[in-house]
């Protein structure tokens, strides 16, 4: 499985992103999308995770009500969308795909994309 990860930029305090993540390969076998962020000297952070089937979404308490989450089966794409950007949202976004349960920690997934840097000015 092959992701790649689109859409980052520089924003403003309060602006909006989309990013996006394209799979290919052996998608059948992907349980669970995540998406992950990691700022410079921190570790990477949970931000969210949605089922491959697309019917269930969570989300890290810091972004829960500003960033949501969702999948196009025809692209075989999930997107981040990203509203009321915070500065301290900036960091290197990552999506990530399981085979197995949605997870919070990195560590559960079987797949990266290359990230993509939002920064957020205030």
């Known amino acids: 499985v092959q992701l790649q990860a689109s859409g980052g930029g520089l924003v403003q305090a309060g602006g909006s992103l989309k990013l996006s993540c394209a799979a290919s390969?052996?998608?059948?076998?992907?349980?669970?999308m995540g998406w992950f962020r990691q700022a410079p000297g921190k570790e990477r952070e949970f931000v969210g995770t949605?089922?491959?089937?697309?019917?269930?979404?969570y989300y890290a308490d810091s972004v829960k009500g500003r960033f949501t989450i969702s999948r196009d089966n025809a692209k075989i794409a999930v997107y981040l969308q990203m509203n009321s950007l915070k500065p301290e949202d900036t960091a290197v976004y990552y999506c990530?795909?399981?085979?197995?349960?949605?997870?919070?920690?990195?560590?559960?997934?079987?797949?990266w994309g290359q990230g993509t840097q939002v920064t957020v000015s205030s």
């Open positions: 390969g052996r998608t059948f076998s992907l349980y669970c």
């Open positions: 949605i089922s491959w089937s697309g019917d269930n979404t």
């Open positions: 990530a795909a399981s085979v197995s349960l949605c997870n919070t920690k990195p560590l559960a997934y079987d797949y």
